[in-house]
């Protein structure tokens, strides 16, 4: 597709300026009307990306990892501004699931170039008086206690390798907890557990797919509560991750995801929880903190992506 303006807002953090100016002229021709927003530490993009859009940037580029993706889709949501993704990060979350190619400039310019636009979902997540958007997935527990236990100097070198590192650490970090949610405006629910992961699409990093059933353009948010206890149960919930919905699934066994007592998939259009101990929470691979009680719902539709 062909876009008349362009912005690019890039993190200098990832990558040197030299090189994306080299391949976007490449890739768009050296006469494009370009024009490019820094990001900063104080501000990962979201400034920088309405003012491409009050500068009538029709395609606003994201360059950098998943923080500098997310701050960009939060201005862009509901607008017919393009959002393109030049993956530089470690994680690359939504660039996985869009199967963006990684770690290559001009071929992910190369692919904003040439490919036509589509519209996604994109979540909201608020709690602590304020809201955010995430296009992947929010959640506490294992997936959340990884990214702090995860070593900062081992994930420069190592990248997703890192987090396999930290499993086990993250394993023994988490502890059950009384959970009440309320799925769709119905009445709440107590459950004990210590791991959710909500999301719009399912696959992180080493192509392990956590939520099977999400689809980042169904109106739908996924749910997926694990609460496995011993080693037994943890068991069972790895044989349901590889085997249930991961190679019966590739080869057309199964249509859903399989649920079991320690670990349970639904989607959702909205979802309130609140918890009983304060847990680390994160937002697209991001560590927030810990929080006690969060709500989350769907804006279908919401971005126009490559």
């Not at 360059?63 to 500098?68: A, F, S, Y």
């Amino acid at each position: 597709m062909t876009y008349s303006r362009i912005g690019i807002v890039w993190n200098p953090s990832k990558v040197e300026k030299e090189v994306l100016q080299t391949a976007a002229s490449d890739v768009f021709g050296a006469e494009q009307d370009i024009r490019w927003w820094e990001t900063t530490r104080e501000d990962p993009g979201r400034g920088m990306a309405r003012e491409a859009q009050e500068d009538g940037r029709e395609l606003v580029i994201a360059v950098g990892g998943d923080g500098t993706v997310r701050a960009v889709a939060e201005s862009l949501a509901g607008s017919d501004t393009a959002l393109g993704i030049v993956p530089q990060g470690t994680g690359n979350l939504l660039a996985r699931n869009l199967e963006i190619p990684l770690n290559n400039v001009a071929a992910a310019f190369e692919r904003i170039r040439d490919s036509e636009p589509r519209r996604i979902d994109l979540g909201w997540v608020s709690y602590d008086g304020a809201e955010y958007a995430f296009a992947v997935m929010v959640g506490f527990g294992i997936d959340a206690q990884m990214l702090v236990e995860t070593d900062d100097d081992l994930k420069s070198k190592a990248g997703w390798l890192a987090y396999v590192e930290a499993m086990g650490r993250a394993l023994a970090g988490t502890e059950m907890t009384d959970i009440t949610i309320a799925i769709d405006g119905d009445k709440a629910v107590a459950v004990r557990g210590h791991t959710m992961l909500i999301g719009n699409c399912g696959m992180v990093q080493g192509g392990i797919r956590l939520l099977p059933d999400a689809v980042l353009d169904d109106g739908k948010l996924d749910v997926l509560m694990i609460s496995a206890d011993g080693a037994l149960q943890w068991l069972d919930t790895l044989r349901t991750f590889v085997w249930d919905n991961g190679i019966r699934r590739i080869f057309g066994a199964a249509d859903e995801a399989v649920s079991t007592d320690s670990a349970r998939h639904l989607p959702v259009e909205t979802v309130s929880v609140e918890l009983k101990t304060p847990l680390v929470f994160e937002i697209d691979g991001e560590e927030m903190g810990e929080v006690s009680a969060f709500d989350v719902r769907v804006q279908p539709a919401a971005l126009l992506v490559h």
